[in-house]
Nanobody
């Protein structure tokens, strides 16, 4: 199982950014996929989750209306489209897979997003 994030960087407030997660080694389309972030000195926070194709995404209150989680099942990619970024969105963003059959989960290595003027 492998989850590889990309797309992080340093951006100004109000900017947009797309994060991507390339998944391999498991049945991507059958499992729950999420983005989780961790800011310095804080606990990990669920940002958004999406079930298999057709599932209704869920978002944290902090990002609802600004972020969109997208899954591309044929290419085994998970994206997070982030708009109207704020300094408080600064964190390491992790891709997470929860395996519905058999239990267990997997994490990516994380990608840093810094929002600063």
């Amino acid at each position: 199982v492998q989850l590889v994030e990309s797309g992080g960087g340093l951006v100004q407030p109000g900017s947009s950014l797309r994060l991507s997660c390339a998944a391999s080694g498991f049945a991507f389309r059958e499992n729950l996929m999420s983005w989780v972030r961790q800011a310095p000195g804080k606990a990990r926070e669920l940002v958004a989750s999406i079930a298999r194709a057709g599932g209704v995404p869920i978002y944290s209150d902090a990002v609802r209306g600004r972020f969109t989680i997208v899954r591309d099942n044929p290419n085994q990619l998970l994206h997070l489209d982030m708009n109207m970024l704020k300094p408080e969105d600064t964190a390491v963003y992790y891709c997470h897979a929860a395996f519905l059959s058999g239990g267990g989960d997997s994490w990516g290595q994380g990608t840093q997003v810094t929002v600063s003027s």
